[in-house]
């Protein structure tokens, strides 16, 4: 393998040692070129458990921190993220009122936010179901998300939400009312509509047009590694390939590059990226 000549950051990647591909797939990424990842927790679905509290969710916390353990060892340098999918609020309909699913994962979140305060982990996960799931649904996935902006302003630390396409501008109100900073929330599967911090897709056709404006945005595969779903939603090896794709093409330069993959991730999450 040639040696990396700069980073290159996954915003939002997962890698699964019981499910999917594994420690296979980050040594993919990496050998591909890319150097750095935002390992974002599964749905707790994923390790089979029914959340009835918020410490159940210590489980699945444990394992993203495991994985991130693992993946290390074979180069990557990896930042996780925890915190409750969305979606649980509908998966688990058929078990409990969507109320009592909302307050459980608040206190998921809660509990996500101590791993924060620990150092454990660098930024939170939450938003509301990307899809029509009634007026019911969405209230209460807006006191969760809600709760989300709270803690992570309470820790000082960022923000990545799931949530439906285009630009999601009442968040900005939403986070600035929580005393949360709107520019450490990232709109995960971004597109450039959005006000908050977009975290495109590597493939997004927008990526040039974006990058020549100066702004500040990321890249993300949202690589799930299911075995089940090979390649969903691309696979490990898409943000360093299309990065050095644009790169050679001339559809991003060093300006850029370095935008992309150091400085919004670095300012965004108050870590520090470099080789």
Same mark, same amino acid.
């Given at each position: =393998? ?6 290159? /950051?996954?915003?939002?990647?997962h890698?699964?040692l ?13 050998r ?11 749905? #707790?679905w994923?390790?089979?458990?029914? &959340? #009835? ?8 916390? $444990?394992?993203?921190?495991a994985?991130? $353990?693992?993946?290390?060892q074979?180069?990557?340098v990896?930042?996780?993220?925890l ?6 609020? /509908? ?5 409990? &009122?969507?109320?009592? +699913?909302?307050?459980? =994962?608040e206190?998921g979140l809660?509990?996500a ?5 620990e150092?454990?982990a660098?930024?939170?996960? +939450? ?17 969760v998300l809600?709760?989300?902006?709270t ?8 923000l990545?939400?799931h949530?439906? +396409?285009?630009?999601?501008?009442d968040?900005?109100? =939403?986070?600035?009312?929580a005393?949360?900073d ?8 971004? $597109? ?9 897709i590597a ?9 020549? /404006?100066? *702004?500040?945005? =990321?890249?993300?595969?949202d690589?799930m590694d299911?075995?089940? *779903?090979?390649?969903a939603v691309?696979?490990?090896? #898409?943000?360093?390939?299309? %990065?050095l *794709? ?12 370095v935008?992309?993959?150091?400085? %919004?991730? +670095? *300012? /965004? ?7």
């Amino acid at each position: =393998m040639m040696p990396h000549r700069f980073p290159i /950051t996954d915003d939002h990647i997962h890698i699964d040692l019981l499910n999917g591909r594994g420690v296979e797939a980050a040594k993919e990424f990496f050998r591909a070129g890319g150097t750095h990842m935002f390992l974002v927790a599964k749905p #707790s679905w994923s390790f089979g458990i029914v &959340p #009835s509290c918020g410490d159940d969710y210590r489980a699945v916390f $444990d394992a993203t921190l495991a994985v991130a $353990d693992k993946v290390r060892q074979v180069g990557p340098v990896v930042f996780p993220v925890l915190g409750v999918h969305p979606a649980e609020i /509908t998966y688990f309909a058929d078990r409990r &009122p969507a109320a009592e +699913s909302a307050r459980i =994962m608040e206190e998921g979140l809660e509990v996500a936010a101590e791993y924060v305060r620990e150092g454990r982990a660098v930024a939170l996960k +939450s938003g509301r179901p990307h899809y029509d799931a009634g007026e019911e649904i969405a209230c209460l996935s807006n006191r969760v998300l809600a709760r989300a902006l709270t803690l992570a302003a309470r820790e000082g630390c960022a923000l990545q939400i799931h949530a439906e +396409s285009g630009p999601c501008e009442d968040v900005v109100g =939403m986070a600035r009312a929580a005393g949360m900073d709107p520019t450490r929330v990232v709109k995960h599967f971004a $597109d450039p509509s959005t006000p908050l911090v977009p975290s495109l897709i590597a493939r997004h056709e927008a990526v040039p047009e974006v990058a020549g /404006t100066g *702004r500040g945005f =990321m890249l993300e595969s949202d690589y799930m590694d299911e075995l089940e *779903r090979p390649g969903a939603v691309i696979g490990p090896k #898409s943000v360093p390939r299309f %990065t050095l *794709r644009l790169i050679e093409s001339g559809a991003l330069d060093e300006e850029a590059l370095v935008r992309c993959h150091v400085e %919004t991730p +670095s *300012r /965004t999450y108050g870590v520090e990226i470099v080789l």
